[in-house]
């Protein structure tokens, strides 16, 4: 009778293990995916943003610098590599700063704003940011799940194990990043 106990709970500790290793593969699967959501975001964005400084150009020539530094920006952004969750934030943070500031210039020409491409154009990268922030809370929250079981007892054991590590949150890191431009045309 003991052996079919002692056996009894060998089996249901395998099943629990087999379990929290799933549960891991699982919760790893929603990160990429997050991700990915995000990816596909900052593209679409990097997509509208040579437009947009062509549109600007043409009405405000002597504004150079904000148009060379979303530019700049914009290169420095695709030059992160696509899984360096921090280094792609921390780009895309200065790019969104660059980008007010565009906005900003862009305010001093009546002629731009009343633009309907540029207008469009403004509208697309508003829905495309709003379609990032929405992908960067799936990510993070699928981030949480996965790190708080990477680090909870005893799911910590099997991720251990089987090389699942802690994931980085995508965070904007300066303060000045975090404030959203206003602008109104």
């Known amino acids: 009778m003991a052996t079919w106990i002692v056996l009894g709970l060998i089996v249901l500790i395998g099943v629990y293990l087999v379990y929290l290793y799933n549960d891991l593969v699982r919760k790893r699967q929603m990160v990429r995916e997050g991700w990915s959501g995000i990816d596909v975001q900052l593209k679409r964005r990097s997509d509208l ?6 549109t600007v150009k043409g009405y405000a020539t002597h504004e150079r610098e904000a148009l060379d530094r979303v530019t700049e920006m914009r290169s420095r952004a695709a030059g992160v590599a696509r899984d360096d969750v921090a ?5 895309e943070g200065m790019l969104s700063q660059a980008l007010g500031r565009l906005f900003a210039v ?3 020409y009546p002629d731009l704003k009343a633009n309907d491409g540029f207008r469009d154009l403004q509208a697309a990268l508003d829905k495309t940011e709003d379609a990032l922030q929405m992908s960067r809370r799936y990510y993070n929250g699928a981030v949480r799940q996965l790190n708080t079981q990477v680090e909870s007892f005893p799911a910590n054991l099997v991720a251990e194990r089987f090389g699942f590590d802690v994931e980085p949150y995508f965070e904007i890191e300066d303060p000045a990043d975090r404030s959203v431009p206003q602008v109104s045309f």
């Open 49 to 54: 943003i040579p437009n947009l400084v062509e």
């Open 87 to 91: 280094g792609r934030a921390q780009a």
């Open 106 to 108: 862009a305010e001093a």
